[in-house]
T-cell receptor, first 111, second 112 residues
Framework: EDQVTQSPEALRLQEGESSSLNCSYT??????LFWYRQDPGKGPEFLFT???AGEEKEKERLKATLTKKESFLHITAPKPEDSATYLC????????????FGQGTTLQVKP | NAGVTQTPKFQVLKTGQSMTLQCAQD?????MYWYRQDPGMGLRLIYY???????DKGEVPNGYNVSRLNKREFSLRLESAAPSQTSVYFC???????????FGDGTRLSIL
């Protein structure tokens, strides 16, 4: 059964304290792994797509990496405005676009 | 949000009432999706429409029906609402293969 697990569930950082969020997956035939950011009361906002092991994407203080079993979202020198819930999702199998989401990591960055 | 408009934003229903959630897009994307988000459960796919004129079940379709009215609009209907359907419902759209989905800001639905 296709499955996505994110850890930790919650993470508290001081401003400037770098860390990483983990997304582990077991799927048959990965077509893509997606990272989203979700602010309270809003819909998920797309951040990155990763397609194959070894691929990396960067945007401001965020960097996403992918291996055959997991993805990491590295946050370098975070700021309070980076506080949000980060969601990982995978698309597997047929190309209907069906996504399987992890439960998310809620990040709080304190000034 | 990303050209996806969901209405209403909030709704309270009584058990047994029916309701239709609306989703409209202005991006001319082919595929549309309905998800529900519950605490500790993540986002789960209810139904999707890969293209105009087609709909298919997702992970949790029981108690719901959908209509892809045209390329712009995809509605989700609860025929007889149950408290277990209290959730936040999100509509998403996708353009081409392996492109990311883009989400609306959700409908917050409470069923008493």
């Amino acid at each position: 059964e296709d499955q996505v697990t994110q850890s930790p569930e919650a993470l508290r950082l001081q401003e400037g304290e770098s860390s990483s969020l983990n997304c582990s997956y077991t799927v048959s035939g990965l077509r893509g792994l997606f990272w989203y950011r979700q602010d309270p009361g809003k819909g998920p906002e797309f951040l990155f797509t990763l397609y194959s092991a070894g691929e990396e994407k960067e945007k401001e203080r965020l960097k996403a990496t992918l291996t055959k079993k997991e993805s990491f979202l590295h946050i370098t020198a975070p700021k309070p405005e980076d506080s949000a819930t980060y969601l990982c999702a995978v698309q597997a199998g047929s190309n209907t676009g069906k996504l399987i989401f992890g439960q998310g990591t809620t990040l709080q960055v304190k000034p | 949000n990303a050209g996806v408009t969901q209405t209403p934003k909030f709704q309270v229903l009584k058990t047994g009432q029916s309701m239709t959630l609306q989703c409209a897009q202005d991006m001319n994307h082919n595929s549309m999706y309905w998800y529900r988000q519950d605490p500790g459960m993540g986002l789960r796919l209810i139904y999707y429409s890969a293209s105009e004129g087609t709909t298919d079940k997702g992970e949790v379709p029981n108690g719901y029906n959908v209509s892809r009215l045209n390329k712009r609009e995809f509605s989700l209907r609860l025929e007889s609402a149950a408290p277990s359907q209290t959730s936040v419902y999100f509509c998403a759209i996708r353009d081409r293969e392996d492109q990311p989905q883009h989400f609306g800001d959700g409908t917050r639905l409470s069923i008493l």
